[in-house]
């Protein structure tokens, strides 16, 4: 389906297309045409669009005033239109029904230029119906309408209905005449009243010509036209941005007022609608399917409180051409999904998401690869700033153009219509992939310990204000640079604690946000296998903020082994216990600092090993990272100085990055492991653990085994403090009585065995 539009986006309908020839001055064209009514004011009687100027590499020379076609130039004319067809009645392109080979002489077109058009063409005749009609409400009905005496009965008849205002609807149809003259159609009566209709009244108009002459564009040959450029959008941008949308009563009236003349600054890398989305072609993604045989489902029925919704955003992604009619015959079903209400605002209307499902698309699309950095380096780098500000993209992936040869793959059914997009979509395979590579490409070179981004979200990370506005307008010439704008409702700036990626940062480091917390804390005691999964594949995000997480996990571990019945032991509720327990205590971990010196202490146990990452600073120890994991079958079979020289190290393994090249102090309760290079190097495995040790600078220092990880982390911090053993007193229960211990052992089957033959003396 084809749509033509005048430059306010109205819709200009046609009754049909045909191909004509034309010459401007001394060169020939042949171009496709739209028959339209003549209701819509139009000062031209032929027009030349986009589709032209694209064919034929058309360049227009506003300077000059030149119109560039290869070699050859055109002058423009500045003359109002000519009027060739003031006297004829029904003047679109046709101009007499008495000869079909017509020739006009001087129309001007959109450039001023005359041509000359030659072929054979068609004229549109009123169509009244033939007898007198009532259609109830609500119905409809088939109706009669006369052919003109005049039109050709050998010919396909297209009708295009008269807009009434009774309120009743009739379609566009090709039809095939009777031999009474006439032919049928059928009238909708929508409204809650009964509609007549008198004998003879006008339907519509109706015109014959050759089925031939009626083409249908090529996919490559149905454009958006974009009636704006660059500066036009930037003014709008302008026009649109105010103060209020920046959020920073947070600040005192002087870098509040530095900070705003800083943003309306840059308008330009801000967007608060689709009309002014920025628009790239930094990346062209490109979506190449296994296969090419069209894929096609049903449209999924749109809810009643979201159909408001649906018909304005469409209508809203087809003002701002970032989608645009489709008749492909790709075609996948759109759902709409309701978004979270402002707990504070009640009464507002529900809005919703709208989402192609893709999932059809996705399993024939070929994938496209690329390394999405670890959100833990992430965290590393910009935690422990004074100053954070997050910059959201508005409608980010909308931002990306398509192939036109890729446009027909992702169209998408509605109730509403068919549509395809001509900007890239969320949900469809690679989308990630190719919003990712954009905007690495547009912050390479700045991105580092103040600038990260992960997909949409672009985080500053800074130490003061100065630091941050030389920053900001850094990322703001970036983003310009690539026509890439930011939603300014969804700001945060200038703040001294943020939220990010599901971690909390500030000045001392970073901690899991209050929302993970509450979601761990939170989480019901598991009944089966799939809720400890799920409840590990929580924790895990967190691995890294929990001292020897695989030991405590490791009963919980144990449960999702294969053929493992789902036995809730008291190791497993311990273990359940005790990690929610470290959860809601928000443990905080502190940033790398190149500066201080690096220390690091290791453990290991039957089941686990661990270390920990540490810098001393003011004769305090600060834990930067946590490392834990499960040792194997075989590993656990190891002599315990062997676990040990194994976390050594595993840890240092773990660490690498920050720990080649400094000099660094090793912490370990094995005390022959100080003397590391000495051990035996049998069996293979060991030679290769202390060449790899080898690499690294560090000295080893021996702390007491009774002070672990935990309890040296615990007393560094008050060296001077007298050292006394820890005392815990409990009151037994009614439930730990003599009487009930005899209950119990007497009921379990081992020990009651066990005191049955020492009764018997065996």
């Given at each position: 389906m084809v749509r033509i539009k005048t430059i306010d986006n109205t819709v200009v309908p046609y009754m049909s297309?045909?191909?004509?020839?034309?010459?401007?001055?001394?060169?020939?064209?042949?171009?496709?045409?739209?028959?339209?009514?003549?209701s819509w004011n139009a000062q031209y009687h032929a027009i030349l669009?986009?589709?032209?100027?694209?064919?034929?590499?058309?360049?227009?020379?506003?300077?000059?005033?030149?119109?560039?076609?290869?070699?050859?130039?055109?002058?423009?004319e500045e003359n109002s239109p000519t009027n060739v067809c003031s006297e004829t009645t029904d003047c679109d392109i046709s101009q007499s029904d008495?000869?079909?080979?017509?020739?006009?002489?001087?129309?001007?077109?959109?450039?001023?230029?005359?041509?000359?058009?030659?072929?054979?063409?068609?004229?549109?005749?009123?169509v009244k119906i033939a007898n007198n009609i009532t259609v109830q409400p609500f119905s409809t009905q088939i109706i009669n309408l006369k052919v003109p005496k005049n039109i050709s009965k050998n010919k396909d008849l297209i009708?295009?209905?008269?807009?009434?205002?009774?309120?009743?609807?009739?379609?566009?149809?090709?039809?095939?005449?009777?031999?009474?003259?006439?032919?049928?159609?059928?009238?909708?009566?929508?409204?809650?009243?009964?509609?007549h209709v008198k004998k003879n009244t006008i339907m519509g108009k109706l015109s014959t010509f050759d089925v031939n002459d009626i083409m249908s564009p090529s996919e490559s040959e149905i454009y958006q036209i974009n009636n704006l450029n660059l500066n036009e959008i930037h003014k709008m941008r302008r026009d649109e941005l105010l103060k209020s949308d920046f959020k920073l009563d947070h600040l005192n009236n002087k870098d509040k007022k530095d900070m705003q003349e800083l943003l309306l600054k840059n308008y330009k890398v801000f967007s608060k609608s689709y009309k002014t989305l920025g628009e790239t072609s930094a990346v062209i993604?490109?979506?190449?399917?296994?296969?090419?045989?069209?894929?096609?489902?049903?449209?999924?029925?749109?809810?009643?409180?979201?159909?408001?919704?649906?018909?304005?955003?469409?209508?809203?992604?087809?003002?701002?051409?970032?989608?645009?009619?489709?008749?492909?015959?790709?075609?996948?079903?759109?759902?709409?999904?309701?978004?979270?209400?402002?707990?504070n605002d009640s009464n507002s209307e529900p809005k919703f998401r709208m989402v192609v499902d893709y999932r059809l698309l996705n399993s024939i699309t070929e994938t496209f690869k690329i390394c999405l950095p670890k959100i833990s380096e992430i965290i590393k780098n910009i935690a422990g700033r004074k100053i954070y500000c997050v910059l959201d993209l508005k409608s980010a992936f909308f931002q990306i153009k398509l192939r036109d040869e890729d446009k027909r793959k992702l169209a998408f059914c509605t109730e509403i219509g068919n549509f395809q997009p001509t900007r890239l979509p969320f949900g469809s395979k690679n989308s990630t992939s190719y919003f990712h590579t954009l905007i690495s490409k547009c912050l390479n070179g700045i991105t580092g310990k103040n600038v990260q981004f992960f997909l949409d979200d672009i985080i500053i990370a800074v130490d003061s204000l100065c630091e941050l506005k030389v920053t900001l307008q850094a990322v703001f010439d970036r983003l310009i640079k690539f026509n890439i704008t930011l939603d300014p409702a969804k700001l945060q700036l200038c703040k001294s604690e943020i939220t990010y990626l599901g971690f909390d940062l500030n000045s001392n480091g970073f901690s899991p946000s209050e929302q993970n917390v509450n979601k761990v804390t939170n989480f019901p005691r598991p009944k089966n296998l799939k809720q400890v999964q799920m409840f590990l594949g929580m924790l895990n995000y967190f691995r890294g903020l929990i001292y020897d997480y695989a030991g405590i996990v490791e009963p919980l571990v144990k449960l999702t082994k294969k053929n493992t019945p789902f036995v809730w032991s008291v190791e497993c509720e311990n273990a359940f216990n005790t990690v929610q327990e470290i959860i809601l205590k928000k443990p905080t971990l502190k940033n790398f600092d190149p500066n201080?010196?690096?220390?690091?202490?290791?453990?290991?146990?039957?089941?686990?090993?661990?270390?920990?990452?540490?810098?001393?600073?003011?004769?305090?120890?600060?834990p930067l990272e946590f490392f834990s994991r499960k040792l194997t079958p075989a590993e656990c079979k190891y002599p315990s100085i062997r676990r040990e020289l194994l976390a050594i190290y595993a840890s240092v393994k773990h660490f690498h990055d920050q720990l080649l090249g400094e000099n660094f102090e090793l912490?370990?309760?094995?005390?022959?492991?100080?003397?590391?290079?000495?051990?035996?190097?049998?069996?293979?495995?060991?030679?290769?653990?202390?060449?790899?040790?080898?690499?690294?600078?560090?000295?080893?220092?021996?702390?007491?085994?009774?002070?672990?990880?935990?309890?040296?982390?615990?007393?560094?911090?008050?060296e001077n403090s007298l050292n006394v053993n820890n005392i815990t007193l409990f009151q037994p229960n009614d439930k730990l009585s003599l009487q009930n211990i005899l209950i119990e052992q007497k009921q379990d089957a081992i020990l009651s065995k066990i005191m049955n033959d020492l009764s018997v003396n065996k």
């Open positions: 297309a045909i191909n004509l020839k034309f010459k401007i001055k001394k060169k020939w064209f042949s171009n496709q045409f739209f028959v339209t009514l003549n669009g986009y589709d032209f100027l694209q064919r034929n590499k058309v360049v227009i020379d506003t300077v000059n005033k030149q119109l560039l076609v290869g070699n050859q130039k055109f002058d423009f008495k000869n079909k080979k017509e020739s006009f002489e001087q129309i001007n077109n959109n450039f001023g230029e005359k041509f000359d058009v030659s072929e054979e063409t068609f004229h549109a005749l009123n009708f295009i209905p008269k807009k009434n205002k009774l309120g009743y609807l009739i379609n566009e149809s090709l039809n095939v005449p009777t031999n009474a003259n006439l032919f049928h159609t059928i009238i909708e009566n929508n409204t809650n009243k009964a509609i993604p490109e979506f190449s399917l296994l296969h090419n045989f069209p894929l096609q489902t049903k449209p999924y029925s749109i809810p009643l409180m979201a159909k408001k919704y649906a018909q304005q955003e469409i209508n809203n992604l087809l003002e701002a051409g970032i989608i645009e009619p489709s008749s492909s015959s790709y075609c996948f079903p759109v759902i709409f999904i309701k978004k979270k209400q402002n707990p201080l010196p690096i220390s690091l202490i290791t453990d290991a146990s039957k089941i686990a090993i661990c270390g920990i990452l540490l810098q001393k600073k003011d004769n305090v120890y600060y912490l370990t309760d094995a005390k022959p492991l100080t003397e590391y290079q000495s051990l035996d190097k049998k069996p293979e495995i060991v030679a290769r653990w202390l060449l790899y040790l080898g690499t690294f600078s560090f000295t080893p220092t021996h702390i007491p085994g009774s002070l672990n990880p935990v309890d040296f982390l615990s007393r560094v911090v008050e």
